[in-house]
């Protein structure tokens, strides 16, 4: 190995947070996407010997990230949302069950983990909107090649041979698996666009409402907010809520518990998320409760994702784990 590509290899933590970005596509879940970046960082130093520097080390980075992407889907049921698991929930405590385990569902991931610091605003947008959850979610159902295929052609906007050398494939394969993964999406709808809208003054302005009505808990002022198709889901649980007048009565009902509570804006999966504090049952200070992710379309609130697993979430997020009164 030449010493041009020995310090080429010494620079692989430079492609950390793109390759994170890639494996949190592919796997739905920040935790899984580190693992994944780990072991591919440890496989190129193992395997450097075998690296002759035709391809570039980017690629040849990714074609690891990609197999271990791969063998980790391999023989696994996809990460999934509530709402794939059946029929809205009524409004009541018995509809919680039982939490499922957290392979179960697509995460969240931090902005600063995955989305490119000061790079080209178009392209940026791209990176904010592959990230959502909705377009994670729709990912998940398709094979894993086919995601590979995806991802890097849509998002990373790699060219059809450059993919298939990764693959060890032809570029007529690419294509088509390209075109097979895109009608799949398109026949069952599963990117619905309700993350589409870009931040803009009238989106924080609605952000900003949400946040008081919450924390004042006035149900009334905050369901008005919300589209009349709005949907909540609450991961790790099944349940999902349809509409504004379920979602009201949850919040009156089974979660009551999060009045008197306080917000913080999170930098979440190319959005804004808001971290919800409850207050102390000792009534001194707020203790860590769930994340939230407002989904916007047409100035109101059409998908609350509102994440429960505060003891493995917040510390992921930076966030504190208390809020003094």
Request: aromatic share 8%.
């Amino acid at each position: 190995m030449t010493s041009v590509v020995a310090r080429e290899m010494e620079d692989t933590e430079q492609y950390r947070g793109e390759l994170t970005g890639y494996c949190y596509r592919m796997l739905g879940s920040a935790f899984e996407a580190e693992d994944a970046v780990q072991d591919t960082l440890v496989r190129a130093w193992r395997g450097m010997d075998g690296f002759d520097g035709r391809a570039s080390l980017r690629s040849w980075l990714y074609r690891i990230a990609t197999n271990v992407c791969i063998d980790a889907l391999n023989g696994r049921n996809r990460r999934a949302m509530p709402m794939d698991f059946g029929t809205a929930s009524p409004p009541v405590q018995a509809s919680l069950g039982e939490p499922l385990p957290e392979y179960s569902w697509i995460g969240p991931i931090p902005d600063d983990r995955v989305l490119p610091a000061g790079d080209d605003p178009a392209d940026l947008a791209v990176a904010r909107e592959s990230i959502r959850l909705a377009f994670v979610a729709a990912l998940q159902h398709l094979p894993p090649r086919q995601r590979a295929v995806l991802i890097l052609r849509d998002v990373l906007r790699w060219k059809a041979s450059e993919v298939a050398e990764l693959l060890d494939t032809t570029a007529a394969s690419v294509n088509s698996a390209m075109q097979r993964a895109r009608a799949t999406l398109a026949e069952h709808d599963l990117v619905d666009g309700a993350s589409s809208e870009a931040m803009n003054d009238s989106h924080r302005e609605l952000l900003e409402r949400y946040v008081d009505t919450f924390e004042r808990y006035d149900i009334d002022a905050f369901v008005a907010l919300l589209h009349e198709d709005a949907v909540q889901s609450m991961p790790p649980y099944a349940v999902w809520l349809y509409g504004p007048k379920d979602i009201g009565e949850w919040m009156l009902g089974p979660g009551i518990g999060c009045k008197y509570g306080r917000m913080l804006p999170v930098a979440i999966n190319g959005t804004i998320g808001l971290a919800a504090y409850r207050r102390r049952s000792s009534g001194s200070g707020h203790e860590p409760f769930s994340i939230h992710v407002p989904e916007i379309v047409d100035g109101r609130v059409k998908r609350m994702t509102v994440f429960l697993d505060t003891s493995a979430l917040f510390p992921l997020f930076g966030l504190p784990l208390n809020l003094d009164a």
